[in-house]
């Protein structure tokens, strides 16, 4: 809860029926935060496409790839996603339909249809490029 005093909260709290109330504050850092929700920025997507592209066009398999790109990443919502992909890939599962499982880095992906994985993830992360310069 938010509030600009502890007595302010403890009011509110009182008010919705709790009692013995002991507050204690807690402060977050952004990227610590963001880091404890799992989230994924605009540039992490970007910065995941490419490598993705990079390595899957210089004709590495799929599932080395992932495993790579996810041992590079400290943001937890990042391995998380790259985690599910190559479950997926290991498991055998096309690597259009392994991406599409990562929901956070690529949402909204229509790109990732193209026949070919490589050109759909550039389109994709041009797409992320320019929409951030709007």
């Known amino acids: 809860m938010h509030a600009h005093d502890p007595d302010e909260v403890r009011q509110r709290l009182t008010h919705l029926g709790y009692s013995d ?3 204690q504050r807690i402060w977050f850092e952004l990227p610590r935060l963001v880091d404890v929700l ?3 920025t605009r540039r992490e997507r970007v910065i995941v496409a490419r490598q993705l592209q990079t390595m899957l066009n210089a004709g590495l398999p ?3 790839c ?11 919502g990042v391995r998380r996603e790259l985690e ?3 479950a997926a890939l ?8 392994a991406l599409k499982l ?8 229509p790109e990732l249809d193209d026949v070919n994985v490589v050109s759909g993830l550039d389109r ?3 797409r992320l490029e320019t929409d951030r310069r709007r």
């Open 90 to 97: 290991a498991q055998g599962r096309p690597t259009v339909e």
């Open 66 to 76: 992932v495993s790579i790109i996810k041992g590079q990443w400290g943001n937890r």
């Open 21 to 23: 109330i002991e507050l």
């Open 84 to 86: 599910a992909v190559e």
């Open 102 to 109: 990562a929901r956070k880095l690529f949402a909204r992906a």
């Open 38 to 40: 799992g989230l994924v």
């Open 62 to 64: 799929a599932l080395q």
């Open 124 to 126: 994709f992360a041009r």
